[in-house]
């Protein structure tokens, strides 16, 4: 068996933890021969019921449960960490876009950010899902001065998955044949998910579909999906994000499959032209820990100009948030 390796999660009382915890614990985002601690956070008032999460944990017995940490202060969660996936933030309702939750979790992130660049493994692997999660990686990533921003990224799986589905069932065929799925920008109603590289079976998806439904149906469904479920529920997704997160972190840590790709929110080194710095979702392929954004792609000018419409949201996002920048 390994070294276990520690693991922060943060809301760790909330909804989406209460689906992602177990599935840590389980094994299924760093494999089956890796025990793990799990260092949770909270605000004060949730920590008796975050104590209840723990009991809970305990009584699965998992195997690869090594210990839990519970605490409400960020320099202790993130002690010696070597992942941390930031989750404490307030969802929002119906009506609101994830760019209105900036003022009240902007904050929540330079601290966590600061804790990141005091306590953590230098080799930590972030990342947010706390909304807007583009905007709230930058936070953090700049609040840690001393470590790589590559090792800062948002979630965007969740909006790949969902694509994924759009596209399976419309064509009739499975999640499984399906391959380059690509979501570019910001985790918004912006985003630009891409279907011009995906291929079904081997063969390219597009020839197999009407433009019309790509165009009217495909993009705003899964742009606007989030909103669909808030409607629908009553609450923010939570399992499917849960799932999003597991995804995201395993193919980080244990490598993307062969022949295809992840999006990921990463730190923009300028490729296709978006600016360098900020936190966009490229296609991205893993390996030995580490993420490349795929180089060499056609750019058509629908998709380019989709491309920069969500690229401007987030440089206004980031402008909105400068006090918080160093
Ligand atoms: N990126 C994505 O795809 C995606 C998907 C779904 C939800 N989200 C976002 O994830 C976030 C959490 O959603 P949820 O449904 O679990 O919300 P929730 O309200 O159920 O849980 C959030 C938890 O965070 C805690 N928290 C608040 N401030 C904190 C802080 N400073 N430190 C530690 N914990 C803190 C709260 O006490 C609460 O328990 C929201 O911002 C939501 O919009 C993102
Ligand atoms: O839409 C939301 O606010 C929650 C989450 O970001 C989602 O995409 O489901």
């Known amino acids: 068996m390994k070294q276990p390796v520690r693991v922060v999660v943060t809301g760790a009382a909330g909804q989406i933890s209460y689906s992602l915890l177990f599935r840590i614990a389980a094994g299924e985002m760093l494999g089956p021969d890796q025990p793990v601690i799990l260092q949770m956070l909270e605000i004060t008032p949730a920590l008796g019921a975050l104590q209840g999460v723990a009991m809970e944990l305990d009584d699965c017995a998992f195997p690869l449960l090594h210990s839990m940490v519970i605490t409400d202060d960020p320099n202790v969660a993130y002690k010696d960490a070597d992942y941390a996936l930031l989750v404490g933030a307030r969802p929002r309702g119906p009506g609101m876009e994830r760019k209105d939750l900036l003022e009240a979790n902007a904050a929540i992130f330079s601290v966590q950010g600061k804790a990141i660049n005091d306590h953590a493994s230098r080799d930590i692997k972030v990342l947010v899902v706390g909304n807007p ?6 936070i953090a990533q700049r609040n840690a001065p001393d470590i790589n921003p590559r090792q800062f990224t948002a979630m965007t799986r969740l909006d790949h998955n969902r694509a994924l589905t759009q596209l399976a069932q419309k064509t009739g065929s499975s999640i499984n044949d399906i391959t380059k799925m690509t979501i570019w920008g910001n985790h918004s109603s912006t985003q630009y998910p891409d279907i011009s590289k995906a291929l079904i079976s081997g063969e390219a998806a597009e020839p197999k579909i009407e433009q019309d439904w790509y165009r009217n149906e495909f993009i705003p469904v899964v742009q606007q999906r989030g909103a669909a479920i808030i409607k629908a529920r009553g609450a923010s997704s939570a399992a499917s994000a849960a799932n999003a997160a597991i995804f995201h972190v395993r193919d980080w840590a244990l ?9 990921m929110g990463v730190y923009s080194d300028g490729s296709y032209g978006i600016a360098e710095g900020l936190i966009y979702s490229f296609p991205c392929v893993c390996k030995n820990g580490d993420w490349e954004i795929v180089q060499g792609l056609d750019i058509s000018d629908f998709s380019r100009e989709k491309m920069q419409a969500t690229e401007t949201e987030l440089a206004e996002e980031r402008d909105a948030v400068s006090h918080l920048l160093p």
């Open 133 to 138: 999660a583009n905007t709230n990686a930058l």
């Open 255 to 263: 490598g993307t499959a062969e022949g295809d790709w992840a999006s």
